[in-house]
């Protein structure tokens, strides 16, 4: 599911589409409300917002074909949504809020030395991994697999699950040092399992298992 806002030229935004399909609005007429009330604004700084811009044209595509759509950041939100009434649609403004406030505070961590840090002994440990899942690449040929090189995307999505995160530069600190440790267990459990003569089916079974477990003792000592 794609996040309520994210990030785009590194600034939060959200857009239409997800608004319209939250809020219950039909997106062609969320457009027109958009351009007819906020045409001014679109793709234009405004000085009261400290020269900042509120809605971005944009498309996205859908069954083959592109269509259009706002990205809009936290003022051109506010704006769009100030008349929109009932229970349901304050609690989505609270979620946007609280989406906000989140990615706002990661734009700002993503500047510290900490983070930069971090991403860069990432990048390291994910050589290291991409290296043993070389070996196990060929391992796997050597077993009989025909798309054995499928394995590299395999480990990858998995490590990216199991440490929550989707994009590893839209990442917190805390989600990279989760990511390393993930990529660490695959890296150990690939070797061990590749020595001792393990399919290459059952190597991927014991680092789900092995990560699952990590996963779960990691939450348990997060909210201890």
């Known amino acids: 599911m794609q996040e309520l ?5 590194d600034e939060a935004v959200c857009d239409s589409l997800q608004v319209a399909e939250k809020f219950h609005k039909r997106h062609d007429k969320l457009i027109s409300e958009i351009k007819r009330m906020y045409g001014d604004l679109i793709g234009k700084s405004n000085v009261q917002n400290g020269g900042a811009k509120f809605f971005f044209e944009s498309t996205y595509m859908n069954r083959g ?24 649609a304050l609690e989505w403004k609270l979620q946007y809020i609280k989406a906000f406030n989140q990615m706002e505070s990661f734009i700002k961590e993503k500047t510290t030395q900490t983070w930069i840090e971090t991403r860069q002994a990432g990048k390291l440990t994910r050589k290291a991994e991409t290296d ?14 025909t798309h ?3 394995l590299y995307m395999t480990y990858s999505k998995l490590a990216n699950k199991m440490a929550g995160i989707q994009k590893r530069d839209e990442a917190t600190v805390m989600q990279l040092n989760n990511l390393s440790l993930m990529e ?4 150990h459990v690939i070797d061990t399992g590749i020595l001792t003569g393990k399919h290459y089916k059952e190597i991927y079974k014991d680092c789900k ?9 990691a939450y348990l000592e997060a909210t201890a």
């Not at 806002?5 to 030229?9: A, I």
């Not at 298992?209 to 003792?217: F, S």
């Open 5 to 9: 806002v994210y990030l785009k030229n």
């Open 65 to 88: 074909k592109r269509y259009p759509m706002f990205l809009m950041n936290r003022d051109g939100f506010a704006l769009l949504v100030m008349g929109f009434t009932g229970k349901e």
């Open 132 to 145: 043993t899942i070389k070996k196990l690449v060929e391992y796997a040929k050597s077993q009989g697999s």
């Open 148 to 150: 054995a090189d499928m």
């Open 184 to 187: 660490n267990i695959i890296l």
């Open 209 to 217: 298992k092995r990560l699952e477990t990590v996963k779960d003792l």
